[in-house]
């Protein structure tokens, strides 16, 4: 598919080059931070997701969202879309904007995966690790492949006018009308002259991510974790019985690989929780972090950044985003 201009004109923002890879983020600092919190966004989506969330929590922490690999406006390579390089980029990443102490990661939907990967190749960068509805389980313990891609293979929307997705979408949730998020929304996409857009993720790039999160095992992972873990997963009283009781199949999964672990489900939410509940989440978020953070001071880890790693180791707008936790 042929790409197509943009005719937004780009504000200058801060790049981090890691491997030659430019990767775009957001970065919202606190004269009193008490430690730092990356935020890693699901597939299809951007850093701005966090735009509601993050402002509250740097109130206390040094904030950072970043668009990973393909997806906003960071560079979109037609390779590396595989766990170890995605997990790659954020380790370079996180030494690029200077996080030499450890982190709480939080990552939604396909972020949540990408940050227990990370956790477990680099546990001494992790303070905390949040999965927000996501992260704890495979499409492919559920389906084939075959059914994974008829299921979760996005529309093709490019040459839509924004309007009519925008009223589409509207249709169906009423936060959408929120002019906040419906900036999140245009994150997503370029646009020409005539109002109509274009995927900044390309499907091949999706159904890359797509293959990896198909093929991983999170229970693999889940009990290599050895910071505190916080599960903040989504339910709705219209979810498919099916697909809600296997969510909550794999969230006691979870629970039992991590005993540790706490847990909030976020009841009458959509997948999309920084957007649907913004200041609960963000509540959340920093007792979590304020309580990680004191418990890595107390027993510090030493590491050099950029060092080797260790031995060990879509409800979503705009129909792109689908729920392959």
Not at 302 to 323: I, K, L, M, N, V
């Amino acid at each position: 598919m042929a790409d197509h201009p943009d005719t937004t004109v780009p504000l200058p923002l801060p790049v981090v080059d890691v491997r030659g890879l430019r990767l775009a983020y957001s970065d919202f600092s606190s004269a009193e931070a008490v430690g730092t919190i990356v935020l890693v966004h699901g597939l299809g989506s951007s850093r701005h997701i966090w735009d509601l969330v993050a402002p509250l929590l740097a109130q206390r922490c040094r904030v950072i969202a970043l668009d990973q690999r393909g997806h906003g406006e960071s560079d979109k390579p037609d390779d590396g879309y595989d766990f170890p390089s995605i997990v790659g980029d954020l380790l370079g990443f996180l030494d690029g904007v200077g996080a030499t102490q450890p982190v709480v990661l939080v990552g939604h939907s396909w972020g949540a995966s990408v940050v227990l990967h990370f956790a477990v190749a680099h546990h001494e960068r992790i303070a905390g690790l949040v999965l927000v509805d996501g992260g704890t389980s495979s499409p492919g313990e559920r389906t084939t492949w075959d059914e994974t891609l008829a299921r979760l293979t996005p529309p093709d929307i490019d040459g839509l006018k924004w309007t009519d997705l925008r009223q589409r979408m509207s249709a169906r949730n009423g936060m959408y009308e929120d002019p906040r998020v419906e900036a999140v929304g245009r994150s997503l996409f370029t646009f020409d002259a005539e109002g109509r857009i274009y995927r900044r993720l390309k499907i091949p790039n999706h159904l890359r991510i797509l293959r990896a999160l198909w093929e991983q095992r999170p229970a693999e992972l889940l009990p290599r974790v050895h910071a505190p873990v916080l599960l903040l997963p989504a339910r709705q009283a219209a979810d498919a019985g099916e697909w809600s009781d296997s969510k909550a199949r794999s969230i006691q999964r979870a629970l039992e690989l991590q005993p540790t672990a706490r847990l909030r489900w976020f009841e009458d939410t959509v997948h999309d929780i920084p957007l649907h509940r913004p200041d609960e989440l963000a509540a959340e978020l920093l007792a979590f972090a304020e309580s990680a953070f004191a418990q890595s001071s107390s027993s510090p880890k030493a590491f050099a950044a950029g060092g080797a790693a260790p031995a060990e180791g879509a409800g979503s707008f705009a129909a792109s985003h689908h729920r392959p936790h």
